[in-house]
């Protein structure tokens, strides 16, 4: 007799419990709902894109963002970069913290980003990479001016030290 | 007739001084190996310390004297992706046996910016060692070891050279009893 009630509750007593405390799935690894455009970063007053060998030869790349900053009427730069690179990485974090001082310099520029571990350092010839960071301003055609800075121009890698001397880069005459 | 033989004994004379290649004396530093990599100058060297142990060493000599190399104690991806560790590895077949951790001649310092974990050794040369046993038999035999490496200075950062390895030569224990 006991067990029949014990059979008959028990089943009852769990389907309560499920109806009082509901347990929710959570996805650990929730997929994201929309492709996100990653290698384009924009603001108001600049905007960084990254490029990417398998999109084709790096002049002819250059020479379609350097078109895309005409029309936006910002500077062309180009930039190699690296994921392991500490000073890459300290101008990118002081960006995405937006510090007045670094986005004051980046003001008016369009900045190609290409990581040297997928477009090596250079050919050699356009252009010639020995250390990361490096900019090179380029002309509206998107070949390099000749203009070119590291972080040779200044010391330790913080926006005090390396804002003024890329905002004077980015907008000598 | 005469020119032939001399030719001959001259190159045994030459054969037999590689082949009996000194092994290190007490103290002494062998050289076994180097290579050079952006930047970079590896040397591998051997000796002999006092209580009879072996003390395997790499020494890193950046090309230019600002560049710094990074703590061989960060990880080796990196921290959060930053630098790359200076290491001296055995490679996995290795006849050597690493019976000490490795050990270095100059301590590393704290960043001044974060990540404050990358930690980097002072620009210049930077010796890695650890004691190691050497294989049975009194004859030199052909091996590898390991380097891992990147370099920054003022200007920006050269590539990470990784898991590259160089061959070394190695002697045999008994060739110093």
Known sequence: MRKKILYTVLPLFFLACNFLFPVTQQDENPLPTQSEPASVQSTSSFTIVR????DGELLTQLAAEAQKAKTLNQKPFIE???????PCIAIDNSIKAEDPLTISAFEGVYLIRADVDEWGWGDGKTFTVEAIPIYYELENSGNPTGAVIDGGAWNEDIPENFAPVLDAFFHKQ | MKYPLNILIFLVFIFTSISCRAAPALGESLKLGSSAENNVEVTITLERGNDDRFVLSATFTPQSPSLHLY???IPKTGVN?????TLLELSEDSPMRAISELTENVSPQTPATPPLELLTYPAGPVT???HILLPEGDSWANDEVIVTYMTCDERGCRPPVQQKPIAIRIPGRGLFQ
């Open chain 2, 81 to 85: 992706g930053l630098g790359r560790p």
């Open chain 1, 51 to 54: 490029i990417h060998k398998q």
């Open chain 2, 128 to 130: 890695l060692s650890f």
């Open chain 2, 71 to 73: 703590s061989k104690d």
């Open chain 1, 80 to 86: 190699f970069d690296a994921t392991w690179c500490p």
